[in-house]
């Protein structure tokens, strides 16, 4: 067993554990600080996949960006002792059982499919390349939905304000 | 070495406790947070065949990074919608939401 296996295992138990925690516990301030690992884990996962330049990106905008967004708005939106209402428990179940049925479906199919031949290529990706094919028009290059995504987060800032904002 | 196959479990299994939560839980932010929890586990996915079935190209690095801006979009205007909601009702589970068709 190599050091890549024993991380890819921490990081997988942490990712497995903190995920399930995230949705299953009453406090919803737990449940964000649960999702924030699963992030950390999930950007430790880029990492040994030698995207550093991924990583730090779901660093950056999952774990430093989104979360904080999250917090703010829990400690906006409820108040001090406030927990999930018990489910019923049919519904849990139903849902229980769908979830581990498509689980188990998806899984089998991951297991069974033959890829074509995968070989774990390391190296680290340089920033160079990221930032040629970024910014090129070409083919493989990814100028124009680099400014359509720019475009969409100014409709969202936009529409963020205009939606919260107090009339 | 890791197996690809054992990185596409470990998403798939992230992805339905996000879809388990989606089912159950009864408040519009840990809702939000199921959808985050599935957003992410794709975004996984994404980055790993990209490097283990196509090492010498890069759409799954591309493909990932615009999916996490999408995510950060479609989350800043969903709290803005949750903020509103709350300001209008003071609460924020699913079922008091039929109300608002009401006003």
Same mark, same amino acid.
């Given at each position: ?21 995230? &949705? ?138 205009? &939606?919260?904002?107090?009339? | ?6 990185? @596409? ?9 996000? +879809? ?7 408040? @519009? ?8 929890? +599935? ?18 190209? @890069? ?37 008091? @939401?039929?109300? +608002?068709?009401?006003?």
């Amino acid at each position: 067993m190599d050091i890549q296996t024993i991380i890819f295992i921490i990081l997988a138990a942490i990712i497995g554990v903190c995920s399930i925690l995230a &949705i299953t516990t009453k406090r919803i301030l737990r449940s964000a600080t649960f999702l924030l690992f699963v992030l950390f884990a999930t950007a430790g996962i880029y990492f040994q996949l030698n995207y550093s330049f991924l990583g730090a990106v779901q660093l950056l905008i999952y774990a430093g960006g989104i979360t904080i967004l999250y917090v703010f708005s829990i400690l906006l939106t409820s108040s001090d002792g406030d927990k999930a209402e018990p489910l019923k428990n049919k519904k849990m179940i139903i849902g229980l059982l769908s979830t581990l049925a498509g689980l188990a479906v998806c899984i089998y199919v991951i297991v069974k499919h033959k890829f074509t031949e995968s070989v774990f290529q390391s190296g680290e990706l340089e920033i160079r390349t990221i930032g040629y094919s970024l910014m090129g028009t070409e083919k493989y290059q990814y100028l124009l939905p680099f400014e359509v995504i720019s475009i969409l987060l100014l409709a969202c800032i936009v529409g963020g304000i205009m &939606i919260a904002r107090k009339r | 070495m890791v197996q690809m196959e054992w990185y @596409l479990v470990l998403s798939t299994f992230m992805m339905f406790a996000g +879809i388990y939560g989606f089912f159950t839980r009864r408040n @519009l932010l840990t809702m939000l947070i199921s959808i985050e929890l +599935i957003l992410n586990s794709v975004d996984i996915n994404f980055a790993v065949f990209n490097r283990f079935l196509f090492p010498e190209q @890069l759409e799954g690095v591309f493909f990932t990074i615009f999916a996490i801006g999408v995510s950060a979009a479609e989350t800043a205007v969903a709290i803005a919608i949750i903020i509103n909601i709350y300001r209008n009702m003071k609460n924020i589970q699913v079922r008091n @939401l039929d109300k +608002i068709k009401e006003e």
